[in-house]
């Protein structure tokens, strides 16, 4: 095993630190899925490893991180926060790779989701593989849609597994292993009941702002920030009180992070983003976005603009002239302006919940101006582009 890197050196470069240490381990998963067979190992584990390695801020384990050294860690707490940041992203990966196929989009981070290569893979008439021995080889024709839908699923629950499994081998002392479990299984069923949630608002047409709220907070929220706030202060033992403030603190931050990448999901450039624009709406997403425009053209008797919010749900890909049309809708109901002042709001709170933490130091420092910086409170989404936090599930 690796020599512990010195907590100074992680603080240098958190997501440099945590990449080094995700490849690691990845590599370590690849070399046993090959072990099983060469084709899994291929297509899936080792396409798996490069999604995961490949892209994304790794926003969730520098929270962690940041929480971790802000509650007092230090060089001992290294290797642990190092572990459990990976398979942050490695249960983030899951839900990207899952959420692309429920989602049916193509792109995800400026490359093809996952699913999308499976199939471009079996449609491109990809060269054939060393024929396999085994009793049980079988080979898969295109068209490859379900396919590569089956294929995708497959690895969302490997990414899972591989995040499990780290947790479950962490080095930690028994009662920060017990606290740190106790989060990581929280984590987990909060993020599939979010995924859950936003899938009945589609599936209803959901146009309640207090269902789309409680959908922010255990798809996102949680999981992107408080609980990775938490584990981070479990990991340091913190004590109750300083924990519950920054999990206030993160859990508000996350809530205005998920409000923003609302926005984003139909102001958004998809250049900066990573993903089309107007998915959200094509899909049918119950997005807050979308239940305070409809109340507020409701309320108004803005007849015009409730047909043009309704017609787009679900509706199948916009046209650009489409995509503009219910942007204007959007804006003549004041909706997003009122999700910035809200954004706004949350990030104030959240600066109240981290004075309450009476913590101080350049490591707070850091966790406290990335706290701010994930809602990106003074960028209008609507007028400009996000940075690379925003990649959405």
């Not at 490069?50 to 509650?71: D, E, H, K, Q």
């Not at 409701?298 to 309704?310: K, Q, S, W, Y």
Request: contains cysteine; charged residues 20%; neutral net charge.
């Amino acid at each position: 095993m690796p020599r512990p890197t010195a907590a100074a050196t992680v603080d240098a470069n958190v997501a440099a630190a945590v990449t080094s240490e995700l490849g690691r381990l990845c590599a370590e998963f690849v070399a046993y899925s090959r072990s099983l067979d060469p084709t899994f190992a291929t297509e899936v584990a080792e396409r798996l490893a490069t999604f995961t390695l490949n892209g994304g801020s790794r926003i969730r384990p520098r929270f962690l991180w940041w929480a971790m050294r802000a509650c007092g860690g230090t060089d001992t707490h290294v290797a642990g926060a190092l572990r459990i940041a990976a398979a942050l992203e490695l249960i983030q990966s899951c839900a990207l790779v899952h959420d692309d196929v429920m989602d049916q989009s193509a792109l995800r981070r400026g490359r093809p989701s996952f699913h999308a290569q499976i199939a471009q893979q079996f449609q491109s008439g990809a060269p054939p593989r060393e024929p396999d021995p085994s009793p049980f080889a079988h080979s898969v024709a295109a068209p490859a849609g379900p396919f590569a839908h089956s294929v995708a699923v497959l690895a969302g629950d490997l990414a899972l597994s591989w995040a499990d499994d780290l947790v479950a081998t962490v080095d930690l002392l028994p009662p920060v292993r017990a606290d740190v479990l106790r989060i990581w299984r929280a984590m987990r069923t909060e993020m599939i009941a979010g995924q859950y949630l936003d899938l009945h608002g589609q599936a209803t047409s959901s146009r309640s702002a207090v269902q789309a709220i409680r959908t922010v907070c255990l798809k996102t929220a949680r999981y992107t920030v408080e609980q990775p706030v938490a584990l981070g202060a479990a990991l340091a033992g913190a004590d109750e009180s300083t924990t519950r403030a920054l999990a206030a603190a993160g859990r508000c931050a996350g809530i205005a992070f998920q409000l923003r990448d609302d926005l984003l999901g139909v102001f958004g450039d998809p250049e900066v983003t990573g993903k089309p624009c107007g998915d959200d709406l094509r899909s049918g997403k119950a997005t807050y976005l979308l239940a305070l425009a409809h109340a507020r053209a409701r309320a108004t008797g803005a007849t015009d603009v409730v047909e043009i919010l309704h017609g787009c749900r679900g509706s199948g890909p916009l046209s650009g002239t489409e995509l503009a049309r219910v942007r204007e809708a959007l804006r003549s109901t004041g909706a997003p302006a009122q999700v910035e002042r809200r954004i706004e709001r949350l990030v104030r709170a959240s600066d109240r919940h981290l004075t309450a933490a009476h913590l101080e130091g350049p490591a707070f420092r850091h966790l406290a101006d990335l706290l701010r910086q994930v809602a990106s409170p003074h960028q209008d989404a609507t007028a400009t582009q996000p940075n690379d936090l925003h990649e959405g599930m």
